[in-house]
């Protein structure tokens, strides 16, 4: 069984060097922008095995149209803004909105949310989504290791999260700060919205469970849906 966590923000916030710290646990120092990358990591979480898939999506305006469909694939999210730019912390509630309005809009279509039953009236959930879903939602501030440069306050953050019914981490993709406190709450978001009950594990590949700590990289070039190994 997957969980797939797409992250999502704007152009140069880090959403590759997050990713890549989490499966990798390497720093990438030289921004390449992505269009569209998938990361596979084999992990434990509460003492259960897990199999994650994680996309590392584009930010740039020019791949906007690819967005709906990127959410209509995920099951948890990462939005991401740097706590160096306001502007990036502005389009948050934006791209929140617009996830839940995706997923809205799947449920009436298909009736599905992502690989598991979406009902817009289920109970909230640990992470305070009622009304729209159980679609578990993690704001970062990311760069909370360049003060110098700060331009959005923790509580800034942390009061939009609370408004719009997320959780929220600032964290350092550079020094690896609370990366894998954020992967491992959008997990468990996702385990209530599929159900899991406490102690049953994801099956890793083959069906058997996966191990922990295990990361392994993979590219999707553009709309090619199947990953290849880099």
Same mark, same amino acid.
């Given at each position: 069984? /997957?969980? &797939?966590? !797409? #992250?999502?923000?704007?152009?140069?916030v880090?959403k590759t060097? /997050?990713?890549v *710290?989490?499966?990798?646990?390497?720093? #990438?120092?030289? $921004?390449?922008?992505?269009?569209?990358?998938?990361?596979?990591? *084999?992990?434990?979480?509460?003492d259960?095995?897990?199999? /994650?898939?994680? /996309?590392?999506? %584009?930010?740039q305006e +020019?791949?906007t149209?690819?967005?709906d469909?990127?959410i209509r @694939?995920?099951e948890?999210?990462l939005?991401? $803004?740097?706590?160096?730019?306001?502007? !990036?912390?502005?389009?948050? +509630? *934006?791209?929140?909105?617009?996830?839940?309005?995706?997923?809205e +809009?799947? %449920?009436?279509m298909? =009736?599905?949310?992502?690989? $598991?039953?979406?009902?817009p009236?289920s109970?909230?959930?640990?992470?305070?989504?009622?009304?729209?879903?159980?679609?578990?939602?993690v704001i970062?501030?990311?760069?909370?290791?360049?003060?110098h440069?700060? @331009? #959005?306050?923790?509580?800034?953050? %942390?009061n939009?999260?609370r408004?719009?019914?997320?959780?929220?981490?600032?964290?350092?993709?550079?020094?690896g $700060?609370?990366v894998?406190n954020?992967? &491992?709450t959008?997990?468990?978001?996702?385990?209530?919205a599929k =159900?899991i009950a406490p102690?049953?594990?994801?099956?890793?590949?083959?069906?058997g469970?996966?191990?922990p700590?295990?990361?392994?990289a993979r590219?999707?070039q553009?709309?090619? &849906?199947?990953?290849? #190994?880099?």
């Amino acid at each position: 069984m /997957l969980f &797939k966590i !797409t #992250v999502l923000g704007e152009g140069g916030v880090g959403k590759t060097a /997050l990713t890549v *710290q989490f499966t990798m646990a390497s720093f #990438v120092e030289t $921004y390449d922008p992505t269009i569209e990358d998938c990361y596979r990591k *084999q992990w434990t979480v509460d003492d259960q095995p897990c199999l /994650l898939e994680v /996309l590392d999506t %584009a930010g740039q305006e +020019e791949y906007t149209a690819l967005r709906d469909q990127w959410i209509r @694939d995920g099951e948890g999210f990462l939005v991401v $803004y740097s706590v160096c730019s306001r502007d !990036t912390f502005e389009r948050v +509630e *934006q791209i929140v909105k617009r996830v839940r309005r995706v997923k809205e +809009e799947a %449920a009436t279509m298909g =009736g599905a949310y992502g690989s $598991y039953p979406y009902s817009p009236q289920s109970p909230q959930s640990p992470l305070g989504v009622r009304a729209h879903g159980p679609i578990p939602i993690v704001i970062i501030g990311n760069k909370r290791d360049m003060q110098h440069l700060r @331009d #959005v306050q923790p509580e800034e953050g %942390a009061n939009l999260a609370r408004r719009l019914g997320c959780e929220f981490y600032e964290t350092s993709a550079k020094h690896g $700060y609370n990366v894998e406190n954020a992967f &491992k709450t959008a997990v468990r978001g996702i385990k209530v919205a599929k =159900g899991i009950a406490p102690g049953q594990g994801a099956a890793g590949p083959g069906g058997g469970p996966g191990g922990p700590g295990q990361g392994g990289a993979r590219r999707r070039q553009k709309r090619n &849906k199947n990953c290849v #190994v880099l």
